[in-house]
């Protein structure tokens, strides 16, 4: 398919850059999706892709879903993601990252960058030394490090609203919570989770993963194949997306869907199903605006405190979420959209009704490149 037919059939984006260095390697695209709210952020995905147009794909359908994020969280942010063609485990080179940031310092703060899928935050240090418009690096450089409890805690507070919302109940105590997928941010939830007084069951295709988790807290686990039909009041998918699909979705034996996932639905119209079926769903970008949040506080001055509070917004907005969805009768993950949709539309009305006399959202990030100096 031609570049212009994919970003046809991908929503419009306002800019697409293609970043080449054969010197250092670099094969690269950022897509920047929207900066009606403020400067496009989303991290960068480093990831062997099979050809051009499936980074494109990739890239363009992040981007939008990053502005969404944003703006259903509240945030003064755009959406924007960045890939790099290549196998992180041997093709990471510092100057393939300074190179890359080079590229994103060209976009004059209209995009910033974080670590993602095969990136670190070692990385994002190279990419630092380049431009300011980088969040997600080591403490040591002022930023915020590895954004997952935060992540984890949005997650946790999502998962309050839910069981709020459809058990009526205020305590996580004796909630059986499935947890599927014990990475970073797996890994932090059941610790949350256990403090709750929930009961955990979990799962991952890594087993000494697994062995160190229950260890730790005292947990049983299951074959990753059977935590989708574990009997439970919350299905917590922390793992790959598209977990919720034509395989899966009739062997749920839960109440609510609620996990830290990014695209957790193969397609639009599982969600419809698990509204259906009586089953909650708590849209994945909703949830999981926990490490958007977390960088979004590292733009104005970090507070790790300041972060953990922000987080806590994850319950509200669900709340306002589940409510649009019984008004209208909707599927949450349509409701979710409807939300994120009215505040852009919104915003872009104001800044049209003063005729540009509002500052560019960009100006808001003086601070970050007084932080290099």
């Known amino acids: 398919m031609l570049t212009f037919e994919l970003l046809e059939k991908h929503g419009e984006h306002e800019q697409i850059v293609y970043c080449h260095d054969k010197d250092c390697g ?222 899966t979705i009739s062997k749920l034996k839960c109440k609510i869907v609620a996990g830290g996932a990014n695209n957790q639905l193969a397609e639009h119209r599982h969600g419809d199903a698990l509204l259906e079926m009586g089953v909650l769903y708590a849209p994945d970008y909703v949830i999981n605006a926990g490490g958007l949040m977390n960088v979004f506080v590292e733009l104005e001055g970090y507070s790790r405190d300041r972060a953990f509070e922000k987080t806590t917004q994850v319950y509200d907005n669900l709340m306002q979420v589940y409510r649009i969805s019984r008004e209208e009768n909707i599927a949450t993950h349509r409701a979710a959209d409807r939300l994120a949709e009215k505040r852009i539309k919104s915003i872009a009305n104001l800044r049209q009704h003063h005729h540009g006399r509002m500052a560019r959202p960009f100006s808001t990030l003086k601070e970050m490149t007084s932080r290099q100096k």
């Open 26 to 247: 670099l094969k690269a695209i950022i897509a920047v999706h929207n900066t009606t709210l403020g400067p496009a952020l989303g991290g960068t995905r480093m990831w062997p892709y099979k050809s051009e147009e499936d980074a494109l794909v990739d890239v363009l359908r992040l981007s939008k879903g990053m502005t969404y994020k944003a703006s259903a969280a509240g945030l003064n942010l755009g959406g924007g993601k960045a890939v790099i063609i290549g196998d992180p485990k041997k093709d990471k080179t510092e100057a393939l990252f300074r190179t890359f940031g080079a590229y994103v310092n060209s976009l004059n703060g209209k995009y910033i960058t974080a670590e993602d899928v095969g990136t670190t935050v070692h990385d994002m240090a190279y990419v630092f030394m380049e431009t300011p418009y980088v969040t997600g690096i080591p403490v040591s450089f002022g930023g915020s490090g590895d954004p997952s409890p935060f992540t984890a805690h949005g997650v946790l507070m999502g998962i309050k609203a839910s069981v709020k919302e459809k058990l009526k109940s205020d305590s996580l105590k004796g909630v059986r919570v499935a947890v599927q997928g014990l990475g970073n941010v797996g890994h932090h939830l059941v610790e949350y989770l256990v403090k709750e007084g929930a009961q955990v069951t979990v799962a991952d295709i890594d087993k000494d993963k697994v062995k160190s988790v229950c260890d730790k807290f005292g947990l049983s686990a299951v074959d990753p194949e059977q935590i989708v039909t574990s009997e439970c009041d919350v299905f917590a998918p922390c793992a790959l997306g598209a977990g919720i699909n034509d395989q």
